[in-house]
């Protein structure tokens, strides 16, 4: 899987492009700037979308809406992990604090992550992927692998067996002597969305089964498939293009699995510090640098997936 040196030629550094593949500073400056007005209607447009959603399968009382609202809420909790994701890395808002409540308190929580915890273990993750202190191995380790074993572990993820193992840790943690304040909020967080959702609706299931079942099940597929598509069956290196995958992006793609550009993983990989807003824009730099090639991209996530499990 990891792509031969003869397409991925020594380019750098370019004239707008450093040795390490950050832009030079006028440049990198323009591209990490924070939207705070675009990012504030994104965080309020996914709740309004949540609550639309909900309302409409409850108003409506048709077995087919709350159906199709709990298929939706898959790239729903997609779209809470990327701006949770987005907020670890303090590039949500310009100002941290705000940042760091609404990422907690707004989408972090009621996506039951504990971001605290999941940021440091990601900038490890970007410090040298397949590293020794890489936390992310159980997500996209153990790849290539035959079309049974990805299918095996797509349907745990699907029946809830890889949900489950990630919801009882929290709950255990509540008296955790470190963990203990953190588990305690995410759980308060979740019991307010389900006194919300009942008295709203006058529904008591309208939680378990629009939120916290599409969590435990179809978003953990959703979350597997994006994970091997970024890293799986690939290697430590300093050359970043031996650690992260390139795809061509698609919009049902970006709609259902990598939503708010974090499809343009290798960007994101070489320079972490860039807002995904600009992640396209900078994409574009890597690729007229010719530091991204053709022969690096595959042309869809299912040709990814197809060499993933083609062992």
């Known amino acids: ?146 079309r049974r074993t990805l299918a095996r572990r797509l349907v745990r993820d699907a029946v809830g067996i890889s949900g489950w193992k990630n919801l009882v840790p929290l709950v255990k943690a509540v008296r955790h002597p470190v963990f203990g304040r953190t588990a305690r909020s995410i759980i308060g967080v979740q019991v307010l969305m389900w006194a919300v959702s009942w008295a709203a609706t006058g529904r008591w299931w309208i939680y378990p089964a629009l939120w916290l079942a599409p969590w435990m099940t179809q978003w953990r597929v959703l979350n597997r498939l994006r994970a091997i598509a970024e890293h799986g069956g690939l290697e430590a290196g300093s050359d970043r293009r031996v650690t992260t995958h390139n795809v061509r992006q698609s919009l049902l793609a970006r709609f259902w699995i990598v939503p708010y550009n974090t499809g343009w993983h290798l960007a994101h990989h070489v320079d972490m510090g860039i807002p995904f807003r600009n992640l396209p824009r900078y994409h574009d730099e890597l690729v007229r640098a010719g530091y991204v090639t053709p022969g690096i991209t595959y042309p869809s996530y299912r040709a990814l997936w197809r060499a993933l499990s083609a062992a």
């Open 1 to 146: 899987m990891v792509p031969d040196a003869r397409v991925r030629p020594d380019v750098l550094p370019t004239d707008r492009l450093l040795q390490s593949g950050k832009c030079v500073p006028g440049l990198r400056g323009e591209l990490r700037r924070i939207d705070d007005r675009r990012n504030a209607l994104s965080v309020v447009g996914l709740w309004a979308a949540v609550a639309a959603m909900v309302g409409a399968a409850a108003w409506t009382g048709n077995i087919f809406v709350y159906v199709a609202v709990f298929v939706l809420m898959g790239p729903v909790h997609a779209r809470f992990a990327i701006l949770m994701h987005e907020a670890a890395h303090k590039l949500l808002f310009t100002d941290k604090r705000v940042n760091d409540w609404v990422g907690t308190w707004l989408i972090a929580y009621p996506a039951l992550v504990p971001i605290g915890l999941y940021r440091k273990g990601h900038f490890a993750h970007h410090r040298q992927e397949f590293g020794p202190e890489e936390p992310d191995l159980a997500y996209y380790g153990g790849y290539r692998c035959d």
